[in-house]
């Protein structure tokens, strides 16, 4: 483990040097855990109960950046008062990167879409929808919660979920997803083993979205002293203040920023513009700082040419551009920039699979996994997850393709995630299931794969808060912070 020489403040002003053990120890490992519950019940109750305010949905997780905040302010007291209970840097990074891991599993486009996914189908089916005659048949038991006293209970409330009955009814298909969730964890984290290397230290990607927190914990009491990130700070969080005091109290004034221009568009072939919003977002200011200027040049042009598009098609009278063909060139664009991903890497590949079958393994050693492993693993986890869409009624040349196409576009949003460092990365449902059935035809695929589809609606909705671009940080700060394998 690396080393950090940190100096003590003593009381009479002197400064006394020690040495502070870096990297991944058990009591950061333990705050991470213990911090888990506390970040959890926050996302739920902003998120889904008030609906309020969506962390998850943004690259970079305000309630994670709070919460590593108030430890670093912690750490700096407890260094001048305390400092053999202070955590170094590696531990504060290393309850970051748990945090942020956690932070995707209950986001806004996975848990919160799969607990309710459960049991939908069975609690809104009615006569008249025909849903029992229609698919209930191709619906997995063993996957869902189908009781009418459980779904009355989690629908309508007056029960509680520590009933016997109830534990019973949820833990078999709470058990299966939780399997699925680790072999789709582990899978991502096998892959990347294979492209990290090239993106983290050929091409020296900038990874902007981890700037923030490495800045706060590697050079924190020089952080806390800029008096610019004081105004800075200052300056966004009273905009945000102001904001909320007049959502709550309107006769308090506030501060656009916030602006749509399409009432300015009245007549046609201009009207086809649509909502075509103007924000003023200052974590946005300060990320685009971080952003190669051609990127993003290229993040605002392109959205004028899309909005281009549909103006030329009102000029030309064939109507407006409906959604799944705009869906369709975003899905286009997001798979296109994957499959250039891995093909850009493909001498990295080449040489990690010769080094997984006895070549040299000089390189693997900075690696998260050997590469042996890392190919086994991504192969029997790739398995496995076939496997598990096949038992649920998908067909193997479906589960496949399925797959496929979804770890290329994950590859695209780690990718855009590692050199971009957008604010957000929405491909909103355009997922594999979409792709395939508009490439397929639905007749053709069948009920049985058009169930599964729905079924894997969790992690194929959107891909806002998906795991992989932030498993990938977390490996690029234990590279800037030495923190070893």
């Known amino acids: 483990m690396s080393r950090l020489r940190a100096i003590c403040i003593t009381g009479k002003g002197s400064a006394s040097w020690t040495t502070k053990k870096q990297g991944v120890t058990l009591r950061a490992i333990l705050i991470g855990i213990l911090l888990i519950p506390v970040n959890a019940y926050w996302v739920t109750k902003s998120e889904v109960v008030w609906a309020f305010t969506h962390a998850t949905t943004l690259s970079i997780f305000f309630n994670v950046i709070f919460i590593l905040f108030l430890l670093s302010l912690l750490n700096l007291l407890l260094t001048r008062t305390a400092p053999h209970l202070a955590l170094s840097y590696g531990e504060l990074l290393t309850i970051y990167v748990i945090l942020c891991i956690a932070t995707t599993l209950l986001g806004h486009d996975m848990l ?89 230290e050929e091409e020296k990607l900038s990874y902007p979205v981890i700037q923030l927190p490495l800045e706060m914990t590697l050079n924190s009491s020089r ?22 005091l007049h959502r709550l109290y309107p006769f308090i004034p506030d501060f656009r920023t916030k602006y749509n221009l399409a009432p300015l568009f009245t007549e046609k072939p201009w009207n086809a513009i649509g909502w075509m919003p103007v924000c003023f977002y200052p974590f946005v200011i300060g990320l685009a700082y971080f952003m190669p200027l051609d990127l993003s040049f290229s993040t605002w042009f392109f959205y004028l040419f899309w909005k281009a598009q549909l103006v030329v098609r009102s000029a030309l009278g064939l109507g407006r551009m409906s959604g799944p063909y705009l869906g369709d060139q975003s899905a286009g664009a997001w798979i296109g920039i994957g499959a250039l991903s891995i093909w850009l890497s493909r001498r990295s590949i080449f040489k990690a699979l010769r ?19 890392a190919l ?91 795991p992989m671009p932030h498993q990938l940080e977390g490996f690029k700060i234990a590279e800037r912070a030495g923190l070893g394998n």
């Open 355 to 373: 080094s997984a079958f006895g070549g040299d393994r000089g390189d693997e050693l900075r690696e998260p996994l050997t590469y042996k492993v």
């Open 112 to 200: 919160q879409i799969l607990i309710p996914l459960m049991t939908y189908p069975f609690r809104f089916a009615t006569p008249e929808n025909e849903w029992r005659g229609l698919f209930w048949g191709y619906l997995p038991r063993w996957l869902m919660v189908d009781e009418p006293d459980v779904m009355r209970g989690y629908y309508e409330g007056e029960s509680s979920l520590y009933d016997l009955y109830i534990l019973k009814s949820w833990f078999k298909p709470l058990l299966f997803w939780t399997g699925f969730i680790l072999v789709l964890y582990f899978t991502m984290i096998c892959l990347l083993t294979f492209i990290r290397r090239r993106w983290t």
């Open 223 to 244: 952080f806390f002293r800029n008096g610019a990130m004081w105004i800075g700070f200052a300056i966004s969080s009273s905009l945000d203040l102001i904001h909320g």
């Open 376 to 466: 086994i693993g991504s192969v029997l986890g790739i398995g496995i997850l076939c496997l598990f869409s096949w038992w649920m009624g998908m067909s193997v040349w479906v589960a496949i393709s399925f797959f496929v196409i979804y770890f290329v576009i994950v590859i695209a949003a780690t990718r855009m995630r590692a050199e971009l460092g957008p604010p957000t990365h929405d491909l909103y449902y355009e997922g594999p299931d979409r792709i395939l059935a508009s490439l397929i035809g639905t007749r053709r695929l069948g009920p049985g794969n058009l169930s599964a589809f729905t079924l894997y609606f969790w992690i194929t909705r959107d891909y806002r808060c998906h």
